[in-house]
Structures are given as C-alpha cells and as structure tokens.
C-alpha cells in the first residue's frame, strides 16, 4: 500500500478490505476493514494536525506515510495510519473490522459476542489487544501489519460525513467517512440495513 504518493481519501477508500494482523504474545488476531475515515490535516478542522498544531501527543502524526498514530479517546484506543510525507499532519482513522482469525478470544477480551466485538474504532482495538505503546511504530515493522495481497474488496462503498464531529463548520459534515454498503461490523449501522457480511465483497 503506498501511502505517500497518494490523497488521504483514496487511501481510505483502498484500505477498505484489506486485512489487519496483530500477533500479541500469544495470540494471533485477524480481520478486515470496513470503515475507515480521513482526516486532512493543516485545512481540516477536525483533525489533530489542524492549524499545524503539534503537541508530544500528535507526534507520529508528523512522521512519514505508514507510521501508526494511536491516541486515547474516552479510554478508547484509537488507531490511525499516517497517509503523507514528513510533516504533513494527514491520516486514515481505522473504524470497523469484519473479524477472522482470533475471534474466541476477541469476545473474551470485549466481553461481548457478534458484531459488537469490532463494530467501533474502540472495540476492534480492544479485540485486538492492542497497547498504546504501538503509537510511533510502523507498519508492517512491527506487531501491527497489513495484507493487500490476502484481502478481499467492497461491492460497494458509501461515503458519508464522519462520527463525532460536532461544531466543525463545513468540516462536520464532510462524506469523509467510508463504509462496506450494508456490512454489519460497521458501527452504527441500522439492523434493518445488516447483510449477511459475505455479500458485501465481490
């Protein structure tokens, strides 16, 4: 995945699909992403590299394409890769995975079943096992990797404006946020719009 030479956007929308892996000491955890959302940096009024504001939290968020920046929300650890060059404060907010490998022990580690185990950018995270120290790292360089080869691709793909973005101006609203049309691992997503998650790859 080349996350350098390409826009933020369509990074997120190619990640859509791809598969996730994190090997803890024990374990090996697997799935695929279905929802992702971009945040565009200096100009965007939602994202932490708005302005240029650089703070020893946000640091990664300077680093080259393909560094993780992790950062706590609400005791939620959330998971962002970084899309651009050195510098530029721009990234891609992993939200949803459709599980694989790993699954008995994701619930065990959520303490819940079905979609609620990694239906938020939270709780796959959780499921995961994944500790905040991960942030700076880099992917595929360490514990965290990503598999363009083995992954699987969207029917379709439905953009709206991102979760959680209150008080944004025109940024609230943006279609920065992509989703597998009717996959129920997504968050929020209505019950009455669930497929089964088979049907909403190709």
Known sequence: MDFKQRSTTDIAKALLGVRVIYQ?????????????????????RAAHGYGGKRTPKVTSLYQTGGTI???????????NFVTRDV???????????EPEDGIE???I???????????????WTKAFN?????????????RLSIDIKHRKYPKSIIESGRIGIPNKGEWTNKPLRYTVKGNPYVSRMKKSDFQNPDDTWK
């Not at 803890?24 to 965007?44: M, P, R």
């Not at 510098?87 to 995975?97: K, T």
């Not at 120290?133 to 360490?142: E, K, P, V, Y």
Request: net charge negative; charged share 20%.
């Open 109 to 123: 580690n959520r303490g819940k079943s079905g979609f609620e185990v990694t239906n938020g950018p939270g709780k």
């Open 69 to 79: 920046y992790a950062h706590v929300m609400h005791t939620h650890l959330l998971i």
């Open 87 to 97: 510098g530029v404060p721009e990234g891609v907010l992993i939200r949803a995975i």
């Open 130 to 142: 994944i500790p905040r120290s991960i942030d700076g790292a880099t992917l595929n360089q360490c």
């Open 24 to 44: 803890d000491e024990h374990q090996t955890y697997s799935g695929y992403i279905v929802e992702t959302e971009a945040y565009l940096g200096i100009k965007d």
């Open 105 to 107: 022990a994701m619930k």
